[in-house]
């Protein structure tokens, strides 16, 4: 059993950087390939980025690409997201999930854990 949570959201100009973090409780944590989706208001929920149980790989949805980079710390037990020259349209509840295996998915229902999710709002 996995218990995910977040932090680090919170409000932003347009053009501006957050790093969220990703606490994992259990020691399989480091077993466990990690990503970030968001949902918007009114938005089915949508990948972010995933990577690999050993950081080795990652994936991007084209619309962070360049601008997000994934990481994790299996040491600390904790994945993050670096969120660069954030734009209005990032504005969501971000939320974390992980999985047993090591194949990387976009898809959320691939994903057996998740956490509560943070906000990040990004103003224009």
């Known amino acids: 059993q996995v218990q995910l949570v977040e932090s680090g959201g919170g409000l932003v100009q347009a053009g501006g950087s957050l790093r969220l973090s990703c606490a994992a409780s259990g020691r399989t944590f480091r077993s466990y390939g990690m990503g970030w989706f968001r949902q918007a208001p009114g938005k089915e929920r949508q990948f972010v980025a995933a990577i690999t149980w050993n950081g080795g790989s990652t994936v991007y949805a084209d619309s962070v690409k360049g601008r997000f980079t994934i990481s994790r710390d299996n040491t600390k037990n904790t994945m993050y997201l670096q969120m660069n020259s954030l734009k209005p349209e990032d504005t969501a509840v971000y939320y974390c999930?992980?999985?047993?295996?090591?194949?990387?998915?976009?898809?959320?229902?691939?994903?057996?854990?998740w956490g509560q999710g943070t906000q990040v709002t990004v103003s224009s």
């Open positions: 999930a992980g999985r047993a295996g090591i194949v990387i998915t976009r898809e959320g229902a691939d994903y057996n854990y």
